[in-house]
């Protein structure tokens, strides 16, 4: 059975930092890219940051210089560190996982920023 579990969302302040974590069991997780894609309340899902199963990294604009993507594939967990937040990161952060044509998301996890 395909589990990616999120955790680590949560309230913080602008300026603040988060680490999201995305545990994957139930496929060969060395084998697929890894994405964090997030959504905001009337707005579609949009891909935040990608890494490949050889460890390159892509992030949309709005993030760079700001989040890093990681993954370690013995632990089969990807992390999303977020770092210097603010008001418009406010979002439900989904984790991916993509090995074409099999397409992997987990449930989310809600990140709030504000004061």
């Known amino acids: 059975q395909v589990q990616l579990v999120e955790s680590g969302g949560g309230l913080v302040q602008p300026g603040g930092s988060l680490r999201l974590s995305c545990a994957a069991s139930g496929f060969a997780f060395s084998f697929y890219g890894m994405s964090w894609y997030r959504q905001a309340p009337g707005k579609e899902r949009e891909l935040v940051a990608s890494?490949?199963?050889?460890?390159?990294?892509n992030y949309a604009d709005s993030v760079k210089g700001r989040f890093t993507i990681s993954r370690d594939n013995v632990k089969n967990t990807v992390w999303l560190q977020m770092n210097s937040l603010k008001p418009e990161d406010t979002a439900v952060y989904y984790c991916?996982?993509?090995?074409?044509?099999?397409?992997?998301w987990g449930q989310g996890t809600q990140v709030t920023v504000s004061s």
């Open positions: 890494i490949t199963p050889g460890k390159r990294t």
């Open positions: 991916n996982a993509r090995n074409v044509p099999q397409d992997y």
